[in-house]
């Protein structure tokens, strides 16, 4: 029996899409159940497919996100629904984590039950999560992870659930239940070898380094970078008057420097006082690059080659792509392209939502990739 | 005021930013630093802020506010609307008798029913006791043990400790206690106001979870300032429902605790804090599990948000506050309040006549939920804390730990996560603002690089820890800073600069080091790499045209490479750097120059010639040497040129080539200068005396020595002291010395002139002539060098100038020698030509003194 299935739909009808996934999952009358099945779809159709993968497969656990674009290595259409089932090979244990736009470290226990579950032995173990977005939670939900795994240190991958344009709401689901404030997650361990991680920056670094020096945490808001206010900062480095700086952002994020890292944060808005918001968190006095678009094929194919280095023998794999680097491919019309690449890891599920988890970093306009040995 | 300011407590402008209030609040993250109107201070996050006042006592500067509805009651009561007051028993204790003349005014103004908060402080007591003997635990719902009699205490559990809630008695406090019980059970349908010291309350009385049973919260001290005009020594009254027992003792700290107390066996642990403290309230709020190290507490623990309980509440009158006469009320009445308590029966009486007083109360009436509005905060990570102590310059552990709570917060690494949070600024850190004052010592401000004596340190420290790797090393200058700044303006000149260090950060890059030497002088060191290399030879020119300045900009550098385990001091290095960039004269271009073995050799002859110059002087190493000059057509000798020599003891001959320009360098030429005149003088003086037949000789000027009027001071001197005819001295300006400064020089010249000796232009041609020169300068004799004639290009053009130049000398009146004629066609042409004495190896090398002496001799 293959240890991994992927089904994809984008049959119009839900029944008949959910048909079609049911007997890709169920092939041959196959009576196995996979342990885990991913799952998403988009956000209108969410809540249906959800109960009724559910239903379908009442002894799986089955997670997934509502997405900006559902993409599998069976297609990819920005209304579908795809299914990842995995058989073998995992030990899986999985929760529900709320209040996550202010404590979710209160549901520390159900972060400590599942990692009970899994056992003493975390090797090749990965905490894989999706949360709902605009909660602002992300970096919380990030460090609830971090304290409750403390010295074990399981790696965090996930993502932030998408929506079309102008929907402010997003999903998550994880056994027919469905959240729109929430984070579900489960603990996966790999027992046919390594799960690896990887990350995809489609902008590389100008010469323009900026300090933060006057920041709000809890608002994701910089109101100062070198001592002046942050759009004049980020205008004059772009060459732009200010009041027109709401027009290059989106190119032109910045990313937080950690060594040979870079960590992608987004602009969201230049307000008229000089002060800039972003999607993700900043501290103070940290140094951040101003980022320019990369030749995306270029980065694509480091990417691959980065993959095929390091994983030999591939199983499946899970990506999350996001939404603003989604919505840019398809403006430049190589959506396809990309689509294309990703084939090259495999039977894949993929994710595009409004944020990505990576190393207890919760990161904008990324690629992150597990693949699973 | 900005950002923050939105809560209960505010700032003012009185804030001077000193931090007391960051050290005593409970909360990090409630005091904000910040600047108003350019100004620092320090403001209030309402999201944070629990109220308990503390800032407001600490701060001796009058810059905390707070808002409660002292304005709104008295509004509403001139407006005609009935309004019932609470009184809290720190009014009492406060103001003593003058509390009933107060309370005589308020019924003129139209209160209506005035009520103690003692009453309520009973029933709040009885509650509490009530729970705690009959409250049954469950797994999900522990049994709580601390009072809620402070609503700083419970805001502090909903915004900073959820874990604390469900320890906190769900009970209303005394003063929702007598709310509840006025309007429920006696009846009073007047919205009701709240007369105390408590700035918490003025939440409290707008949320839900009390029923919004208090509509205003009268604080004793805006209350006081509002009346500050009155008299009330007309008036007297007493409260309607006066407290005669133990409740009017509540606003002391420990009271409410001992209250309980009495309806519990004396084995029970009974405690009380008078501030919040999370060290020590955490262990107490462990869940069983979690912390195995506490899974008891006290039956009852009271914390107050106040020391001293609400008798220190910031909403008292501070500055009317008189310790003793409060002290003396609170003993009296707790005097005579303990007195009549004295009884012989135990707790469980005690409790159920509690019990018997209240049973036509509702115990449900006087209880309540609380709800939690928490944030979690961050986990600031490690690199951002690292980040933080680099700028900081805490760059050791100690550092670190220094912990002096200047800045307000209790542990440096404290202070870090605020700053990194954004509440706190770096500038609030004394050690911090040492340091950095140190290291403007050596920071260039200009353009914020290290200047050099800190770049020397760093760049030894750097090649130290890496001794494997190759290093470049390099001193750079901007060509024509000068100009810049007296074309544009120093302004400008300043901007290239700092566009310059900012260039050089970025190419340098973070494993590298750079500073600025002064001027336009930068030095640098990067790792040795391939792409820097490259890098470094991409760049032709610089283009600032974005500052103003219309020409491309160049730079020169000399750049040393070091070898893995390179011990030549960093020092070392600059100079020799520094000495190669001067090798670069092209300035068109940006050009660098490698430190080689050439330059090398170059520097270490410099620094000998130098070393032994003055020694050499005065050993006499020095000589002087003639040339002879020939008239060509009679063959007779018609003088000669003088020129130094140096001779060492040895007999090593050092040629003029090589210590000459050496000397022009350090400033030496002009001893040397000094000493071949002096030689000079003394030769002819010799020479008169002894009757010997002369013909005159020249001695050579350097530019050095016409740079001041010095030259005309020791002329005069030498001219004087020997004495000598000065036809037989002429003096020899090179060409090359008038370019600079003319009139100053045309004027020394002309003084050497006016005392009797000729002049004589000496290598005229081999530079950029100037016909000028030869018009305004004062001259005799024109020096031609033979550099026309050699060469095997253009030879007859050069024949051609020569001949035009005698032509022209003569013509103005001056004599001509041709230097450095080797052969016999030169001097026959040059004969031809009118040129009247030749000089050079045809006739002669330079000969020593003596020598010469036997040629004059044998004329």
Redesign the interface.
């Known amino acids: 029996m293959d240890r991994t299935r992927i089904a994809f739909s984008d049959a119009k009808d839900t029944a008949v899409a959910m048909e079609e996934i049911k007997k890709t999952l169920q092939k041959d009358g196959d009576e196995k159940a996979p342990k885990l099945i991913f799952f998403t779809t988009d956000y209108l159709n969410f809540t249906w497919f959800s109960r009724h993968l559910a239903q379908a497969f009442p002894n799986t656990t089955v997670i997934g996100m509502s997405s900006y674009v559902v993409l599998s290595s069976k297609g990819y259409n920005p209304n579908a629904v795809t299914a990842l089932a995995i058989y073998s090979g995992i030990e899986i244990a999985s929760g529900i984590i709320l209040e996550i736009d202010r404590y979710p470290l209160r549901y520390k226990e159900t972060i400590r039950n599942a990692i009970d579950k899994i056992g003493e032995n975390l090797d090749n173990t990965c905490c894989f999560e999706f949360t709902t977005a605009f909660s602002g939670g992300e970096e919380l939900i990030m460090d609830a992870f971090k304290i409750t795994f403390a010295e074990k240190q399981i790696p965090i991958f996930g993502g932030t659930a998408g929506a079309p344009d102008g929907i402010n709401a997003s999903f998550v689901a994880l056994n027919g239940i469905v959240y729109n404030d929430a984070c579900a997650f489960v603990i996966i361990k790999n027992t046919h070898g390594k799960i690896r991680l990887f990350k995809e920056n489609m902008f590389k670094p100008t010469e323009h380094i900026m300090v933060a020096t006057d920041v709000d945490c809890d608002d994701r808001t910089v109101y100062e970078y070198n001592n002046r206010p942050a759009a004049e900062v980020v205008a004059a480095a772009l060459g732009v008057p200010v009041n027109k700086l709401f027009n290059y952002t989106s190119m032109h994020p910045v990313g937080r420097i950690d060594g040979d890292n870079i960590y992608i944060t987004e602009h969201n808005v230049v307000y008229p006082d000089g002060q800039l918001s972003y999607y993700s968190r900043i501290h103070n006095y940290s140094k951040l690059v101003l980022l320019e678009p990369d030749d995306p094929k270029e980065v694509w194919n480091r990417t691959a080659n980065a993959v095929k280095t390091k994983v030999v023998n591939p199983s499946f794999s899970i990506v999350v792509n996001c939404l603003s680097r989604t919505r840019y491919f398809n403006e430049q019309e190589i959506m396809g392209d990309f689509v294309e690449v990703l084939s090259e890891y495999g039977t894949y599920i993929g994710f595009s939502g409004y944020g990505e988890q990576y190393e207890y970093e919760h990161l904008n306009q990324t690629m992150i990739l597990a693949v699973f040995e | 005021m900005s950002?923050y300011n939105d809560g209960v407590i505010t700032t003012n402008k009185n804030c001077i930013a000193c931090n007391r209030c960051v050290a005593s609040c409970p909360v990090v993250g409630t005091n904000v630093n910040g600047k108003t109107e350019g100004k620092n201070c320090i403001e209030v996050s309402g999201?944070k802020c629990i109220e308990c006042g503390n800032c407001i006592r600490e701060c001796s500067h009058g810059a905390r506010d707070y808002r409660d509805d002292t304005l709104f009651f008295f509004k509403d009561l001139e407006n005609g609307k009935k309004i019932s007051v609470i009184i809290d028993p720190t009014f009492y204790m406060l103001y003593g008798k003058t509390a009933y003349k107060l309370i005589g005014y308020l019924r003129t103004i139209g209160v209506d029913k005035i009520y103690d908060v003692g009453i309520g402080a009973e029933i709040s007591v009885w509650a509490h006791a009530k729970y705690l003997k009959e409250y049954k635990e469950s797994e999900t719902k522990p049994k709580a043990f601390i009072t809620h009699i402070c609503p700083a205490v419970a805001n502090y559990a909903k915004k900073c400790n959820?874990e604390m809630l469900p320890y906190i008695i769900p009970v209303q406090t005394p003063a929702i206690c007598t709310a509840i019980y006025v309007r429920k059970y006696l009846e009073d349908t007047n919205p009701i106001a709240y007369l105390g010291p408590c700035i918490a309350m003025t939440d409290e009385t707008s949320s839900n979870e009390t029923f919004k049973s208090i509509l205003y919260n009268v604080t004793i001290a805006h209350l006081m300032d509002y009346l500050r005009e009155i008299d009330f020594d007309r008036y007297y009254s007493k409260p309607d429902y006066k407290c005669e027992t133990e409740g009017r003792l509540i606003c002391s700290n420990g009271v409410f605790r001992r209250m309980v107390e009495r309806y519990f066996p004396s084995t029970e642990v009974f405690t009380n804090f008078d501030h919040i403290d999370e060290k020590m309230i955490a262990p107490f709020c462990k869940q069983k599990g979690i912390n195995e190290e506490w899974e008891q507490h006290p039956m009852l623990t009271e914390i107050s948000a106040c020391a001293m309980g609400c008798l220190m509440g910031g909403g008292i009158d501070a500055p009317g506050f008189n310790y003793n006469k409060v002290y003396e009320r609170f003993a009296e009445r707790s005097h005579n309040v303990y007195k009549q308590l004295e009884d012989s029966k135990d707790y469980k009486e005690r409790y159920e006549e509690l019990c018997a007083k209240f049973k036509s109360l509702n115990f449900f009436d006087f209880t309540r939920e609380f709800s939690e509005?928490?944030?979690?905060p961050?986990?600031?990570?490690q690199?951002?804390y690292e980040?933080?102590f680099e700028?900081m310059h805490k760059d050791t552990q100690a550092k670190r730990n220094i912990n002096c709570k200047f800045c307000g917060y209790p542990t440096c690494v404290e202070m870090a996560k605020a700053?990194?949070?954004?509440y706190a600024k770096?500038e609030n850190c004394i050690h911090y603002l040492n340091d950095e004052l140190k290291s403007q010592v050596y920071i260039d401000m200009l353009t914020g690089l290290p200047n050099m004596a800190r770049f020397i340190p760093e760049v030894e420290h750097l090649l130290s820890t890496h001794k494997d790797r190759s290093y470049v090393l390099g001193v750079c200058n901007i060509n024509k800073v000068m100009v810049i700044n007296r074309l544009y303006g120093r302004s400008v000149g300043d901007a290239v600069l700092v566009n310059f260090a900012n260039y050089m950060r970025?190419f340098i890059g973070d494993g590298g080091l750079c500073c600025r030497l002064g001027g336009g002088f930068f030095g640098f060191c990067y790792l040795n790499t391939s792409e820097k290399a490259k890098k470094l030879k991409e760049t032709e020119t610089y283009d600032y045209r974005h500052l103003g300045v219309d020409f491309p900009v160049t730079v020169r550098a000399g750049v040393y490479k070091t070898v893995p385990g390179d011990e030549v001091p960093v020092g070392k290095i600059l100079d020799y750097c520094t000495y190669a960039m001067t090798k670069i004269t092209d300035r068109s271009h940006n050009d660098f120059r490698y430190f080689d073995d050439a330059i090398h050799t170059e520097i270490i002859l410099d620094s000998e010639i130098t070393k032994q110059m003055k020694q050499s002087m005065a050993d006499g190493e020095f000589v002087i040497y003639l040339q002879p000059q020939f008239n060509h057509a009679s063959n007779k000798l018609v003088g000669a040129e003088v020129l130094s020599r140096w001779v060492k003891k040895d007999g090593t001959i050092i040629s003029p080539a090589i210590f000459v320009p050496i000397f022009e360098k350090n400033g030496f030429v002009k001893e040397l200068d000094r000493h071949v005149w002096k030689s000079a003088f003394i030769l002819i003086k010799k020479w008169m005396d002894e009757g010997i037949p002369m013909v005159p000789i020249s001695v050579n000027v350097s530019r050095m020595s016409l740079v001041d009027d010095e030259i005309i001071g020791i002329i005069h001197r030498f001219k004087d002291e020997y004495n000598i005819d000065t036809k037989y001295l002429h003096f020899e300006v090179t060409e090359s010395a008038y370019m600079a400064d003319q009139d100053a020089i045309i004027e020394r010249v002309n003084r050497i002139r006016d005392m009797g000796f000729e002049i004589a232009m000496d290598d005229f041609g081999t530079g950029y002539s100037s016909l000028n020169v030869l018009k305004d300068m004062p001259l005799d004799i024109l020096k031609l060098d033979m550099g026309f004639l050699r060469g095997d290009t253009n030879m007859d053009k050069g024949t051609k100038i020569i001949e035009y130049i005698i032509h022209m000398a003569n013509t103005i009146g001056l004599k001509t020698i041709a230097e450095g004629v080797e052969t016999n066609e030169q001097a026959e042409f040059l004969e031809q030509m009118g040129c009247d004495v030749i000089q050079g190896f045809l006739y002669s090398q330079p000969i020593p003194a003596a020598e010469y002496e036997l040629l004059i001799k044998s004329l």
């Open positions: 950002r999201k959820p509005n928490y944030r979690q961050y986990i600031v990570p690199k951002a980040a933080i700028r700053v990194a949070s954004g770096m970025e």
